[in-house]
């Protein structure tokens, strides 16, 4: 017996209608009632049906004529086509269009039973081999996000809920934090991973063009539109697109943006008639959009519409323990095609430990890139690193006059972030559990060494 499923049934006669309702029930499903092919993108739009039931014959659109829309839009869902007119000739097209199966009326309530588990079967299977390679994608596009610290597995975490699913992504972050690499992992997570991934910049395109190069223009609609142009959410149907700086969009535009993620159409410039989509819209932002929606250069019904699930990706100064990790991966990229060796000195990591990073992940892999140009032996250096060390006035990060000063006040912070936890501390640090015991003994000795003579000094004062 088939698991629960929610089944939609696409029907302009009543009386079929409701036989095939109380078939379905007795089945032990949920049955949704369409009478048209209006009212079944309307049905859809609320809810994702787990199998479609589509009359072949009806007033106005037909459903062979409906039947690419709703494969497009429900990929995952078999659809059933029904006729009380079959022919060879529909049944062939309707399997050409994507249809699983073909019943001709009239048909008896055994008949509906053994359709309906069969094509549930193989719908089930199918999203079970999607969500599958989902995951599997997912995992191979993460391993572009590198660190262990606590704000990437979070995100990481995060990542693996909101990838799946079909719902709209705000990510947020300062500039060069890899919003961009956060996005793409998001799409190749997702069932649409074999399907188009399209970005655009908001910030890089003229506010009076981008219009047409999101949607898209008719012929004539300007000078210089000597053809009819897809724009970037047709180019993106099916698959995923990524409006980045999405802040920076003119706010006459955000109407239109609005519509196009509300009602999944839009008009093409110069166009009249809609055009319907499937899009899946990832949005990134290195600015507040709740000071842009205050200032009113931002509306907030977009806002609101976009954030529906918020991704915050964390700053580099907050994440120094990934630091040697990204340095380390940094160095291999750029020294991959040599065969020299070449490592970076206890030094220069101390001094890339104690920078704020503000250009973040994208400054660091340009610092590190740089510094191999500098360096004419084999150990990079701190003063290969040409930073600006006085934006470390704020940091956070571990202080101290010595290396040794630094590594202990590094350790025992991040010590303290894990509550006292040596092994999730030796994971974040990339060092052994050992590693870090050791290193506390030798502190605790340290200490009782300094209260030792502290207490002697006492001593001999008082004498």
Request: net charge neutral; proline share 4%; aromatic share 4%.
């Amino acid at each position: 017996m088939t698991a629960h499923a929610r089944i939609l049934v696409v029907d302009d006669e009543p009386l079929l209608r409701a036989f095939l309702e109380e078939t379905v029930l007795q089945l032990g499903h949920t049955v949704i009632l369409a009478a048209s092919a209006q009212e079944a993108i309307e049905q859809i739009q609320v809810g994702t049906p787990d199998l479609i039931m589509l009359d072949i014959r009806m007033k106005g659109r037909d459903g062979l004529s409906l039947l690419p829309e709703l494969r497009q839009r429900c990929p995952n869902a078999p659809v059933m086509m029904m006729t009380g007119h079959g022919t060879v000739e529909s049944a062939v097209q309707a399997l050409r269009l994507g249809a699983f199966d073909y019943l001709t009326k009239p048909f008896s309530a055994d008949a509906i039973e053994i359709a309906v588990q069969r094509a549930l079967s193989v719908g089930a299977l199918k999203r079970e081999n999607e969500a599958l390679r989902g995951r599997l994608s997912l995992q191979n596009a993460m391993v572009g996000l590198i660190g262990r610290s606590r704000p990437m597995e979070e995100l990481k975490s995060t990542l693996k809920l909101v990838a799946p699913s079909r719902s709209t992504v705000l990510i947020q972050g300062e500039s060069g934090t890899g919003k961009e690499l956060v996005s793409r992992a998001v799409h190749e997570g997702s069932p649409r991973s074999d399907k188009p991934f399209i970005k655009i910049n908001c910030a890089a395109v003229p506010s009076g063009l981008l219009e047409s190069e999101l949607f898209g223009h008719e012929k004539g609609a300007f000078t210089g539109a000597v053809g009819r142009t897809k724009g970037k959410f047709e180019q993106a149907d099916g698959g995923t697109l990524l409006l980045d700086e999405i802040s920076e969009m003119d706010v006459a535009l955000q109407p239109k943006l609005l519509r196009a993620l509300q009602e999944r159409e839009f008009y093409r410039v110069g166009g009249r008639e809609p055009v319907r989509v499937d899009v899946r819209v990832l949005a990134t932002t290195n600015a507040d959009l709740r000071d842009r929606v205050s200032e009113g250069s931002f509306r907030e019904d977009l806002f609101y519409r976009l954030n529906v699930v918020p991704v915050r990706v964390a700053p580099l100064r907050n994440r120094r323990e990934d630091i040697p990790l990204l340095a380390k991966h940094f160095l291999s990229e750029v020294r991959e095609d040599s065969a020299e060796e070449l490592r970076i000195s206890r030094g220069a990591m101390e001094a890339l430990l104690a920078y704020d990073w503000p250009g973040n992940i994208r400054e660091l892999m340009n610092a590190v890139e740089r510094a191999t140009i500098l360096c004419a032996g084999t150990e990079l250096l701190a003063e290969h690193f040409v930073l600006e060390m006085g934006s470390t006035s704020t940091q956070s990060g571990p202080v101290g006059d010595t290396i040794a000063e630094r590594e202990k006040s590094w350790i025992l912070e991040i010590l303290e972030k894990e509550n006292g936890n040596r092994t999730r501390t030796a994971k974040r640090l990339g060092v052994s559990v050992r590693t870090i015991r050791n290193k506390l003994s030798l502190y605790a000795k340290q200490r009782a060494a300094e209260e030792e003579q502290m207490r002697a000094e006492s001593l001999e004062r008082a004498s």
